[in-house]
């Protein structure tokens, strides 16, 4: 079974910038749509970006022109560029399939936008 493991989060200040990553314990190229998700406190988990094993990717309204989403299915890592970052980014990270799974929720990564 494949796990995912996020890391990369931080403490940054509004207009910053941070790069988080996801690496799976294996292969992730069988799954086709890998996906970043989100959940800032007191609120449910949102999505924020997907991308295809072809490279397609989407956005959250939010987030688009400032987040990128990228993946390396050669180092089994799936990254999310997020710039120009605004406190309302605040929330913990994860990663997972899209469809989500959920064996594939992990501890997620914390991202504090602050000033």
């Known amino acids: 079974q494949v796990q995912l493991v996020e890391s990369g989060g931080g403490l940054v200040q509004p207009g910053g910038s941070l790069r988080l990553s996801c690496a799976a314990s294996?292969?992730?190229?069988?799954?086709?749509?890998m996906g970043w998700y989100r959940q800032a406190p007191g609120k449910q988990r949102e999505w924020v970006a997907t991308?295809?094993?072809?490279?397609?990717?989407n956005y959250a309204d939010s987030v688009k022109g400032r987040f990128t989403i990228s993946r390396d299915n050669a180092k089994n890592t799936v990254y999310l560029q997020m710039n120009s970052l605004k406190p309302e980014d605040t929330a913990v990270y994860y990663c997972?399939?899209?469809?989500?799974?959920?064996?594939?929720w992990g501890q997620g990564t914390q991202v504090t936008v602050s000033s």
């Open positions: 294996g292969s992730i190229f069988s799954i086709n749509v």
């Open positions: 991308i295809t094993n072809g490279g397609n990717t």
């Open positions: 997972n399939a899209e469809p989500p799974r959920s064996w594939y």
